[in-house]
């Protein structure tokens, strides 16, 4: 080769080289998990896999602690200030969609075909976020207990009936062993009061929200499903079998230490049970008349609206979907995966695994907490409700009030586009 | 020293004193409470609440606590992030704050009466209604930096700094306190041909000990116990400060003797802090007595 | 002097020009900005445009009304009563739900009621939340501030003595100051629980057990009362040391002469300490009421607000409104009520405590 053509060929190769690291564009990605050692690790395996295995794509990762995390969202977006890719709680997704914070995915639809339903998160008949997981709430006790007790184990086709539960309650109470019969987790104030309690309510034939129009809660939260249902909720306060004022170390470890005979807890709580006793079981949730039913929708990722490179957030989203990420998640943090093979390919919800009910549970119990923009306000609306009949508020006045408060709301907001 | 003249002696002196320790215990056991939790391991540390043991260094101690706390969250940049903030702040307070106060007290000048009244008012506007609108315009607001002029304060430190340099609390604390400083010394300097400047340097600074000390330790107390302005105007963990920094220890893992670990390290700082303007400032009015 | 007086004209506003623009941008600014979003439906975070409401978030806020209800009667005229001979009335719900004949009380909900006579009369009002707020936020200021000035006072006395070590004390007196009451929440938190809290279990071992347990934080009685003990408890130390280097500026002087002539620790308080500190009095019982309205950091790590409201306070309500439920514009409706009436207070302050001639 003469010299022109080597100088010709070297020119050209350092131009393509330069040109491939400057199409590297980057993304950024913002994700709940700081603090939290394992999420980290396996969200950063994530990322820098990801990184490795294309040439387009470069993403880079910040962390905020999840508590503050909706917060700085928030701000974020009024100060025009998005990632590229973020996380998004199931619930408060409709709410983003709705506000023109993230835009809808592009990823192949075929790959989350087999995910739980609670996982991917829908608004307006298109997909804005998917999830690695799914997250579920179960009745833990200890089968010791349950035989002490002389209580049937209910199954997923045969849970507990509401009279069997008090009796249940009744039993434990009665046996003088614990300082309380059942612990609800009343010390997480926030998003678990919807997300544990409405399960309940929704079993009883009550609701948050009208889910045929999404534009009033009258006659659903203060019907008379919902009063039977605030009614039943008081006594287990009034009545001394749960307690009212929790403190949150009593919640986490309260069960473990024996204070309770049966806790209302997640998923993401089990694996502490499970290394606390080992015979420690977890029970659907009981029917009051309209089913069992229990929670669904945790963490997603979305693409946000204003992001230049939607095609590439969406290349990654696709890339976090593979079965082994969805089973190492599930491993470190005890959630549900969301594909039978990722779950199958899981310690704890394998076939036979400890946790593998909940797999079932999730499939065939799990109600999506109410999906509209409204959800952020009726959520907090809902939780002082709670609140306030356990203290011995008049139940009816407060039901009526907070629908009043939630359809005033919807009214200010144009009915949330419905 | 205006102090009233002690009876030493014997049983009166004990009695004063143990009145005094009794009131110190009311005063100092919650913290007390607070470090030796973080000795604990967590079991241990939930159950002694429910005794004295809660204050004693009893069980398994040791400072497990402390390097989980490490692992857990960068906590040397959060102190560090806090640290620098809010020195900064401080110092810049007491320089921009002391100077307005000079102007407001000794300077007859147009306007004054109004803008003292405007700034006293903002004291009744607490800082969680303004923090929205605040936040819109330091996204917009112009910075010239190493790289240029840029557009919007948002992750960096002076968002966390300049909007705070000036206060109503700090001013008023300075404004009170020139106005019972003796007005012949400055009416000799004026006579003496002293300019503005040379009076508020020379004169009125230097006898400002005790309101500096008590300005900077609100001013510092304030700006590191700051929550929701950094949450807002911080998304980036490099510039995040310690209360922020809170956070990461309520995740789904709590593990409440990281959390007293973390709790007691930060209060370090503001500690030292404190104890160092005691001794410089605070305890000096003692032997010198300021107003003969 | 024409001259000096532009001179000074210029220097006045050099030196309090900084302070002035800061302030001018950073404080006053926003809060003009968050005066115009009350009168506006302005949501947090929403696709649809801002409109004009004018004054319909206040009336939403502060509206009130009164509705006096008769007595259940039978067909003869005569009053009906119940089982334990208590007179019946009208369901409330019936009146303010849904009753086009009273379409003003639409909304409302009972505040309180009392009897008069045979009829009964009753407080309703739109925003019962807000209303509770603002009484628990009155009475924590009425409580904490002369609780809080005089402990304070007490204690800079105290402290003013020649005692060797007395400067620790000092120095332990002021620590709670120091700790973020963030975290000062959190360690009484373990302190006030019901179960096992330390209070509980130090007033039961000094009782021997009579006293019983109680649940200070979710109790509707106890729980204002505990959080105005613990901002009490956090707080004093540093008014002390304002209290303290007011008295450290009276002359002693004027002790030696009204030790000379004989006086009381009473009457040398009352005539020679207390009217020393006039200026010292001012600035803290200012500083108080101030930190004293914006009472929310330990109810929102605390108590959320409840048990039933009892713990509900004026800047909590406006922090849930306004980034909670994404209701900017009631948000700052709340924090413009909020400066009505703390500037309405601190001018009856100035005016109670203007030199008299």
């Given at each position: 080769?003469?010299?022109?053509?080597?100088?010709?060929?070297?020119?050209?190769?350092?131009?393509?080289?330069?040109?491939?690291?400057?199409?590297?564009?980057?993304?950024?990605?913002?994700?709940?998990?700081?603090?939290?050692?394992?999420?980290?690790?396996?969200?950063?395996?994530?990322?820098?896999?990801?990184?490795?295995?294309?040439?387009?794509?470069?993403?880079?990762?910040?962390?905020?602690?999840?508590?503050?995390?909706?917060?700085?969202?928030?701000?974020?977006?009024?100060?025009?200030?998005?990632?590229?890719?973020?996380?998004?709680?199931?619930?408060?997704?409709?709410?983003?969609?709705?506000?023109?914070?993230?835009?809808?995915?592009?990823?192949?639809?075929?790959?989350?075909?087999d995910f739980l339903p609670g996982t991917k998160g829908m608004w307006n008949g298109e997909l804005y976020s998917v999830g690695l997981w799914d997250a579920a709430v179960a009745m833990v006790t200890r089968q010791s207990i349950l035989d002490e007790l002389g209580l049937r184990t209910?199954?997923?086709?045969?849970?507990?009936?509401?009279?069997?539960?008090?009796?249940?309650?009744?039993?434990?109470?009665?046996?003088?062993?614990?300082?309380?019969?059942?612990?609800?987790?009343?010390?997480?104030?926030?998003?678990?009061?919807?997300?544990?309690?409405?399960?309940?309510?929704?079993?009883?034939?009550?609701?948050?929200?009208?889910?045929?129009?999404?534009?009033?809660?009258?006659?659903?939260?203060?019907?008379?499903?919902?009063?039977?249902?605030?009614?039943?909720?008081?006594?287990?306060?009034?009545?001394?079998?749960?307690?009212?004022?929790?403190?949150?170390?009593?919640r986490d470890s309260g069960f473990a230490n024996g204070k309770y005979a049966f806790s209302w807890n997640g998923n993401w709580a089990?694996?502490?049970?499970?290394?606390?006793?080992?015979?420690?079981?977890?029970?659907?949730?009981?029917?009051?008349?309209?089913?069992?039913?229990?929670?669904?929708?945790?963490?997603?990722?979305?693409?946000?609206?204003?992001?230049?490179?939607?095609?590439?957030?969406?290349?990654?989203?696709?890339?976090?979907?593979?079965?082994?990420?969805?089973?190492?998640?599930?491993?470190?943090?005890?959630?549900?995966?969301?594909?039978?093979?990722?779950?199958?390919?899981?310690?704890?919800?394998?076939?036979?695994?400890?946790?593998?009910?909940?797999?079932?549970?999730?499939?065939?119990?799990a109600l999506v907490r109410p999906v509209t923009p409204g959800y952020v306000v009726a959520a907090k609306v809902f939780e002082k409700a709670l609140a306030d009949i356990a203290n011995g508020a008049d139940v009816g006045e407060t039901l009526d009030a907070a629908v009043d408060e939630i359809d005033a709301d919807i009214e200010k907001n144009s009915n949330y586009g419905f | 020293?205006?102090?009233?003249?002690?009876?030493?002696?014997?049983?009166?002196?004990?009695?004063?004193?143990?009145?005094?320790?009794?009131?110190?215990?009311?005063?100092?056991?919650?913290?007390?409470?607070?470090?030796?939790?973080?000795?604990?391991?967590?079991?241990?540390?939930?159950?002694?609440?429910?005794?004295?043991?809660?204050?004693?260094?009893?069980?398994?101690?040791?400072?497990?606590?402390?390097?989980?706390?490490?692992?857990?969250?960068?906590?040397?940049?959060?102190?560090?992030?806090?640290?620098?903030?809010?020195?900064?702040?401080?110092?810049?307070?007491?320089?921009?704050?002391?100077?307005?106060?000079?102007a407001f007290v000794f300077i007859d000048w147009r306007g004054r009466e109004l803008v003292l009244t405007l700034i006293l008012a903002t004291l009744i506007v607490p800082f969680e209604t303004i923090a929205i609108p605040l936040l819109l315009i330091s996204a917009n607001l112009p910075w010239i930096g190493l790289e240029g002029v840029t557009r919007g304060w948002l992750n960096s430190y002076q968002v966390q700094i300049v909007p705070f340099i000036a206060d109503g609390l700090t001013i008023f604390l300075f404004v009170q306190y020139f106005k019972d400083l003796p007005g012949e010394l400055i009416e000799a300097a004026r006579v003496e041909g002293a300019s503005w400047g040379q009076i508020y340097r020379k004169v009125v600074m230097p006898l400002a000990g005790p309101v500096l000390a008590t300005a900077a330790i609100l001013k510092f107390l304030t700006m590191y116990n700051q929550y929701l302005w950094p949450l807002m105007v911080v998304q980036q963990e490099q510039y995040r400060p310690v209360m922020v920094g809170l956070q990461y220890f309520f995740q789904l893992n709590r593990a409440w003797g990281e959390i007293m670990a973390y709790l007691s390290l930060i209060t370090v700082p503001v500690l030292a802090f404190y104890l160092f303007l005691q001794r410089a400032f605070i305890a000096s009015i003692a032997s010198t007595g300021v107003k003969g | 002097m024409a001259s000096k007086f532009i001179r000074s004209n210029r220097i006045g506003w050099l030196m309090a020009g900084p302070a002035a623009l800061l302030m001018a941008i950073f404080v006053v600014l926003p809060f003009v900005f968050a005066i115009g979003l009350s009168f506006t439906n302005q949501r947090l975070i929403s696709p649809n445009p801002t409109q004009f409401v004018g004054l319909a978030n206040y009336e939403q806020l502060l509206g009130v009304g009164v509705l006096t209800l008769e007595p259940e009667r039978d067909n003869a005229g005569a009053v009906i009563r119940d089982k334990s001979g208590a007179l019946t009335y009208p369901a409330l719900r019936s009146f303010t739900r849904n009753n086009a004949d009273y379409p003003q009380y639409d909304g409302m909900r009972e505040w309180f009621s009392f009897d008069m006579g045979e009829s009964r009369v009753f407080l309703?009002?739109?925003?019962?939340?807000?209303?509770?707020?603002?009484?628990?936020?009155?009475?924590?200021?009425?409580?904490?501030?002369?609780?809080?000035?005089?402990?304070?006072?007490?204690?800079?006395?105290?402290?003013?003595?020649?005692?060797?070590?007395?400067?620790?004390?000092?120095?332990?007196?002021?620590?709670?100051?120091?700790?973020?009451?963030?975290?000062?929440?959190?360690?009484?938190?373990?302190?006030?629980?019901?179960?096992?809290?330390?209070?509980?279990?130090?007033?039961?071992?000094?009782?021997?057990?009579?006293?019983?347990?109680?649940?200070?934080?979710?109790?509707?009685?106890?729980?204002?009362?505990?959080?105005?003990?613990?901002?009490?408890?956090?707080?004093?130390?540093?008014?002390?040391?304002?209290?303290?280097?007011?008295?450290?500026?009276?002359?002693?002087?004027?002790?030696?002469?009204?030790?000379?002539?004989?006086?009381?620790?009473?009457?040398?308080?009352?005539?020679v300490t207390w009217p020393g500190l006039r200026n010292t009095a001012v600035l803290v019982l200012i500083v108080i009421t101030m930190q004293a309205f914006s009472l929310f950091s330990q109810i929102d790590v605390m108590t959320g607000g409840g048990p039933l409201d009892s713990t509900q306070t004026i800047v909590f309500q406006a922090v849930e409104r306004g980034y909670g439920k994404q209701d900017i514009s009631g948000g700052s409706t709340i924090s413009v009520v909020l400066f009505v009436i703390v500037l309405t207070i601190s001018f009856i302050q100035r005016w109670l405590t203007r030199e008299k001639k």
């Open positions: 080769m003469s010299k022109l053509t080597t100088m010709a060929g070297m020119l050209l190769g350092t131009t393509l080289l330069s040109t491939a690291a400057m199409a590297q564009t980057e993304l950024s990605l913002w994700y709940h998990g700081a603090g939290n050692e394992v999420e980290a690790k396996i969200i950063n395996q994530i990322v820098s896999d990801f990184n490795a295995s294309q040439s387009d794509w470069m993403v880079t990762l910040e962390s905020f602690p999840q508590a503050a995390y909706n917060d700085s969202v928030v701000a974020g977006a009024l100060a025009g200030n998005l990632p590229d890719i973020l996380d998004v709680d199931g619930p408060v997704m409709p709410n983003w969609a709705w506000s023109g914070y993230l835009q809808p995915l592009s990823i192949d639809e075929s790959k989350i075909a209910p199954t997923v086709d045969e849970p507990w009936t509401g009279e069997e539960f008090m009796a249940a309650l009744d039993a434990a109470a009665d046996s003088g062993k614990y300082e309380y019969a059942f612990d609800p987790g009343m010390a997480w104030t926030g998003e678990w009061y919807p997300y544990a309690f409405s399960p309940f309510l929704q079993s009883f034939g009550g609701d948050i929200i009208d889910r045929t129009t999404y534009t009033t809660a009258e006659g659903v939260l203060n019907g008379e499903a919902a009063i039977e249902f605030g009614t039943w909720w008081q006594g287990l306060f009034a009545d001394g079998y749960a307690p009212l004022a929790q403190d949150p170390a009593d089990a694996l502490g049970s499970l290394s606390a006793f080992d015979d420690a079981v977890f029970l659907p949730a009981p029917d009051f008349g309209n089913g069992p039913k229990i929670g669904a929708a945790s963490w997603q990722f979305g693409v946000s609206s204003k992001s230049e490179h939607p095609e590439g957030a969406s290349a990654f989203i696709e890339f976090a979907l593979q079965d082994k990420y969805l089973t190492a998640f599930s491993d470190g943090i005890g959630l549900i995966p969301p594909t039978p093979a990722s779950a199958a390919a899981s310690i704890n919800y394998t076939a036979g695994g400890p946790m593998e009910v909940f797999y079932e549970l999730s499939a065939k119990q | 020293m205006a102090a009233i003249a002690p009876d030493n002696h014997g049983l009166r002196l004990v009695a004063r004193y143990a009145v005094l320790i009794l009131i110190a215990v009311i005063f100092i056991f919650p913290l007390i409470f607070m470090l030796m939790s973080s000795l604990k391991p967590d079991q241990q540390l939930l159950t002694d609440t429910e005794s004295l043991r809660a204050f004693l260094p009893v069980g398994n101690i040791s400072l497990d606590n402390y390097l989980a706390a490490f692992r857990r969250a960068p906590v040397g940049l959060f102190v560090f992030n806090s640290v620098l903030v809010t020195g900064l702040t401080v110092l810049l307070s007491l320089v921009v704050c002391s100077l307005a106060a000079f | 309703l009002g739109r925003d019962i939340v807000f209303l509770k707020a603002i009484v628990n936020t009155v009475i924590f200021v009425l409580v904490v501030a002369p609780v809080q000035g005089g402990l304070a006072l007490g204690l800079a006395l105290l402290i003013n003595q020649r005692l060797r070590g007395i400067n620790l004390f000092r120095a332990i007196y002021f620590m709670p100051v120091v700790v973020s009451i963030v975290v000062v929440s959190l360690l009484w938190r373990f302190i006030y629980d019901g179960n096992s809290g330390l209070l509980n279990n130090l007033l039961g071992a000094i009782t021997f057990g009579a006293f019983p347990r109680i649940d200070w934080l979710g109790n509707p009685g106890t729980a204002l009362g505990s959080i105005i003990a613990m901002s009490i408890w956090q707080a004093v130390g540093f008014h002390m040391v304002i209290w303290l280097s007011g008295l450290q500026t009276i002359s002693p002087t004027l002790y030696e002469a009204a030790a000379i002539e004989g006086a009381s620790p009473w009457q040398t308080f009352r005539y």
